[in-house]
Structures are given as C-alpha cells and as structure tokens.
C-alpha cells in the first residue's frame, strides 16, 4: 500500500466498500463523514430541467452508471 498513489488507494478503498457493503450500504457508509450543506429541494431546480418525467430521469442515471462503470481487477 506504501506505493500506491492517493487515487489508486481511493479507487481500492472505494472497490472494497462497494464489494463488501454492496452500492447502497457503500454511500450509506460515506454519507456518516459528509453532512452536506445548502437546500437541497430549492437547489434542486436550478439542475433538474423542469419538464423533467421520472422514466426520463432513470433512464438518463442508467446511461450515466453505464458508462462509469468499470470492471474490478
């Protein structure tokens, strides 16, 4: 671990949360060391188009997990 850089230890740590915990239990973990801050619901508006349908939505997020995903090693 002393050789790996800042992001490849990030990456490993991010890859074994999300192995062991599963998706949701990885952000549930990680949300207990960030307590965000603004208003998210009036905030919201200014990145949410406003004649946005949720099937839109969805599918948008599935593209976008689609292309983020990489395969583990």
Do not use: C
């Amino acid at each position: 671990m002393a050789t790996m850089t800042p992001e490849t230890l990030r990456r490993a740590g991010l890859n074994a949360l999300r192995r062991d915990l599963g998706a949701a239990g990885m952000v549930r973990f990680l949300q207990q060391f960030e307590s965000g801050s603004g208003d998210y619901t009036a905030e919201r508006w200014q990145w949410l188009p406003a004649d946005a349908e949720v099937e839109t939505l969805v599918k948008a997020i599935e593209q976008t997990t689609t292309k983020h995903e990489q395969p583990e090693n």
